[in-house]
């Protein structure tokens, strides 16, 4: 599917560039985070791929607040830049809340700009959404697992996955209309809400804790956690795991998304289809 995503964003970019525009995006990184130049590195390799333009923007641990808000002032306005993003985590000294404030809406391709967040809840579709939870809720509709009328139930709140994840399935759209319930560290009696799911998704950061016990057979039982666990036997030392303990989970669900290469494959896809998106937007306004 994300293969499939990559291929239309590769169209649409064709597209454009016989129009004259060629989508570009930037992304920024500041300190030297192992995790997070992995995924710099993929998002940039994946734009060169769909023929857009692009830009890593790489930072020492000790930029400042205000050099980095510079930086954003200037791809605001960057006219080969039609989206850009600032990795997170950033370094404790800058404020992230304020950094991400200062990125221009049309080009806020992560979708964390309060703007993109309401447009979402109110089901504008000019909004950026966020890329993990958009490529969960394309995976269910490229699979046909029909959300309307169902009981998706979200374990994790985050503004990154839980939050706007709630808002796709609560609208009155493809992938959407379903009966949402949100669970969090808070949540009392958890295995008794998870096996209300039809839909269950898992996002949370706790290596295989969602058991067998906690799902209700036949359930849709989506995975985006991204956890490394030791391993002796694996030659790096430690391997990749979700957040569900996927082979006792299998054997109830009716679908399960695998980890690693499951979600994690199409978040940069729909990065990508972001870029698109605030490319051809810019053309509009024009
Ligand atoms: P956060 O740490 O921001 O949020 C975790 C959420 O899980 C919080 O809402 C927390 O509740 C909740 N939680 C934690 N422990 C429990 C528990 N025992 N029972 C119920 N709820 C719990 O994480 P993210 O949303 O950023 O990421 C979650 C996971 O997804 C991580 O493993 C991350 O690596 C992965 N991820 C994967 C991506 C992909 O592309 N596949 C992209 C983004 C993230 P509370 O709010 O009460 O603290």
Same mark, same amino acid.
Do not use: W
């Given at each position: ?20 525009? =060629?989508?570009? #995006? ?28 692009? *830009?890593?923007?790489? &930072? ?15 791809? !605001? ?7 850009? &993003?600032? =990795? ?7 404020? *992230? ?6 990125? !221009?809406? *049309? ?12 447009? #979402? ?10 890329? /993990? ?29 839980? %939050? ?5 399935? &609560? =609208?009155?759209?493809?992938?959407? !209309? ?21 839909? &269950? ?49 299998? *054997? ?12 994690? %494959?199409?978040?940069?896809?729909? #990065?990508?289809? !972001? /870029?698109?998106?605030?490319?051809? =937007? ?5």
């Amino acid at each position: 599917m994300a293969q499939a995503i990559r291929q239309e964003v590769a169209k649409g970019v064709a597209e454009c560039v016989s129009r004259g525009v =060629q989508p570009g #995006l930037a992304v920024v990184l500041v300190g030297a985070d192992a995790a997070s130049q992995l995924y710099v590195n993929s998002k940039g390799k994946a734009c060169l791929e769909v023929g857009m333009h692009s *830009e890593t923007i790489r &930072l020492p641990t000790e930029t400042t607040e205000t050099e980095l808000l510079a930086l954003v002032d200037r791809l !605001n306005t960057d006219p080969a830049i039609h989206g850009f &993003l600032i =990795q997170l985590p950033l370094p404790k000294h800058i404020d *992230e809340s304020r950094v991400l404030l200062r990125i !221009n809406p *049309e080009k806020d391709v992560d979708g964390f700009h309060p703007v993109n967040v309401g447009k #979402l809840v109110v089901g504008n579709p000019t909004a950026f959404r966020p890329a /993990t939870p958009y490529g969960v809720q394309q995976m269910l509709i490229r699979a046909g697992i029909e959300s309307k009328g169902a009981h998706a139930v979200i374990v994790g709140r985050s503004n990154i996955v839980g %939050k706007p994840m709630a808002s796709m399935f &609560l =609208q009155d759209a493809p992938g959407g !209309n379903a009966t949402v319930t949100v669970c969090h560290s808070r949540s009392r009696d958890l295995p008794s809400i998870t096996r209300l799911a039809d839909i &269950l998704v898992v996002a949370i950061g706790k290596p295989e804790f969602v058991t067998r016990d906690m799902v209700r057979p036949g359930a849709v039982v989506i995975d985006v956690g991204i956890n490394r666990v030791p391993d002796a036997g694996n030659a790096k030392g430690y391997r990749i795991v979700g957040d569900v303990a996927y082979g006792p989970v299998a *054997e109830v669900a009716s679908a399960i998304t695998p980890v690693p290469g499951g979600v994690g %494959k199409m978040t940069i896809a729909m #990065l990508l289809l !972001n /870029t698109l998106q605030a490319a051809q =937007q810019s053309r509009l306004s024009v």
